[in-house]
């Protein structure tokens, strides 16, 4: 739609202009005025203005990126739960017609020490069917044996310094003396010395069956010198 507006002063000015350049050349008023309309008609500026449609600007709409992140899980640590030993039975650790030496268990209710079981280990070597050869070979492994845990099983000599000077026939044939030099020294545990008495003896028959054997530590009895009532003197 086009509006037409008419700026009516230079119409007003152009008459005046043209009744004022009559009057000289001599022209009536009417005249006058009637030449200016007619300039002012011509002169007249159209002044349009367009109905401007109104144009509704479609946004595109800003894609925003959101970031997910991912948490970081913490594991908790797994707990593991150390679990209460249960004294098992004693089960002898040998192989069939080898040599053994004896470890103690523990708290088992056994006979020896304080409630402790004697539990046998294989030295690997088959017995020769000579005592005095082969109490000398399973001795030695015994004394020389320096750990204090034999995996789950407790050696009270691990802290002993005993070595084997020989074994020989004593008053007969069926008569054998072990001869042993050093030092038997127990842990704090005062039952340690009834622990040692029966592994060293104990190790001794099982490996010469149906023979007397008597050892000697520091040319006295084994058993005197490692009793309960003497301190870690031998």
Not at 16 to 37: I, P, R
Not at 130 to 143: C, I, N, S
Not at 217 to 222: A, E, K, R, V
Request: glycine share 8%; proline share 8%.
């Amino acid at each position: 739609m086009r509006v037409f507006k008419f700026s009516m002063l230079p119409a007003l000015g152009l008459i005046w202009l043209a009744t004022a350049c009559n009057a000289n050349s001599g022209l009536s008023e009417v005249e006058s005025v009637s030449t200016a309309l007619s300039l002012a008609g011509t002169m007249m500026v159209e002044t349009g203005t367009a109905a401007v449609p109104t144009h509704t600007e479609t946004l595109t709409p800003t894609l925003t990126n959101t970031v997910t992140t991912t948490p970081t899980i913490t594991l908790s640590p797994t707990i593991t739960l150390t679990p209460t030993l249960t004294p098992i039975p004693p089960t002898p650790t040998t192989v069939p017609g080898t040599m053994v030496m004896y470890m103690v268990q523990l708290d088992t209710g056994g006979p020896i020490g304080c409630g402790d079981s004697l539990i046998p280990i294989s030295v690997g070597v088959l017995p020769t069917g000579d005592p005095t050869q082969d109490l000398f070979v399973v001795m030695t492994r015994l004394f020389t044996t320096k750990v204090k845990w034999y995996g789950t099983l407790y050696n009270p000599l691990f802290a002993s310094n005993v070595d084997v000077v020989e074994v020989t026939r004593d008053a007969g044939p069926d008569d054998v003396l072990v001869s042993t030099v050093g030092r038997v020294v127990k842990g704090d545990d005062y039952c340690d010395w009834d622990r040692i008495r029966a592994q060293v003896n104990t190790t001794a028959r099982q490996n010469a069956p149906g023979i007397s054997i008597e050892i000697e530590l520091n040319g006295g009895s084994f058993n005197d010198r490692v009793s309960s009532d003497r301190v870690n003197d031998n």
